[in-house]
């Protein structure tokens, strides 16, 4: 199959194809995401929430992001590698964002960026541009601005906040990013913002009309615990298997019954003779 690139998402779009992305924070995942076909790998700072214990994606740094997207990198050979910018990385300075974004792509292999906001980060995407570094917008509910937003809620239903929205997708694409995340976002929105925009839409909770869906992957393979988010389709519920498996070693360990004759190394009797 051939490499998934930037010009290649626009195509598809174009074409009418659906895009498919996940995230993946390990190469072993990046291998299984690339034999499955999936186009888009996001290594998401969501890696802070679902890998790291963190509260929320606050917390996480550029280099552990660096850490995680090398490991992807080791494990993927086809899919479009984007790595999330993680919080205070590029809103401050557009230079400082060239070169924390820089170290994902030379360090990480990264073949492109992913950004949260609207006008107030066009100067940074520029800046990434002109540092040739392809970047992929975010908009609706950004999690780098959860205490802005009071929470993890769905935006864009009040007519201003759509209509921002709206302003905040055409200035990002005027900017020069490839894509653009829809998360939590009406599915009216949604399909006007994919309508009217030449770039590809993916999204997250935005409904099917977006050119694209992404999903974090241990939410569609069940690993995470308690409710999931409206949005998510759990494909697999390989967390009740794992911890069953889990509580089966425990029990067989305990009493005697691993490892068995089938686990265990010999030695030929002579050899052993031989040693005394």
Do not use: W
Not at 4 to 26: F, N, P, W
Not at 58 to 72: N, R
Not at 191 to 219: F, N, Y
Not at 243 to 261: C, I, M, T
């Amino acid at each position: 199959m051939d490499k998934v690139t930037t010009s290649r998402l626009v195509e598809m779009k174009q074409k009418g194809e659906r895009i498919t992305a996940l995230t993946a924070y390990d190469a072993p995942t990046a291998a299984l995401l690339n034999e499955a076909a999936v186009d888009v790998i996001l290594v998401g700072d969501s890696v802070g929430n679902v890998k790291l214990g963190y509260e929320n994606t606050l917390p996480v740094t550029v280099d552990e992001m660096l850490h995680h997207v090398k490991a992807v990198k080791r494990g993927n050979s086809r899919a479009l590698l984007v790595a999330d910018m993680p919080y205070l990385s590029y809103e401050l300075d557009p230079k400082e964002a060239v070169r924390h974004a820089g170290r994902l792509v030379k360090e990480g292999g990264a073949e492109a960026v992913k950004v949260e906001g609207g006008l107030e980060i066009a100067p940074a995407v520029k800046e990434l541009l002109r540092a040739n570094i392809p970047v992929m917008g975010h908009l609706g509910l950004t999690p780098q601005a959860v205490h802005r937003l009071g929470g993890y809620k769905v935006q864009g239903r009040r007519p201003q906040e759509a209509e921002k929205m709206l302003t905040d997708a055409r200035v990002l694409e005027g900017s020069g990013i490839f894509a653009l995340v829809l998360e939590c976002v009406p599915d009216q929105l949604a399909r006007e913002m994919t309508r009217k925009l030449p770039i590809p839409t993916i999204g997250i909770g935005a409904g099917p009309e977006c050119d694209g869906q992404i999903l974090v992957i241990d939410d569609l393979l069940g690993l995470t615990q308690g409710p999931a988010p409206k949005f998510v389709k759990r494909y697999a519920e390989l967390r009740p298997t794992a911890l069953d498996a889990v509580k089966r070693y425990v029990s067989e360990v305990q009493g005697g019954k691993y490892p068995g004759p089938e686990h265990t190394y010999t030695s030929p009797k002579a050899s052993l003779a031989e040693e005394h």
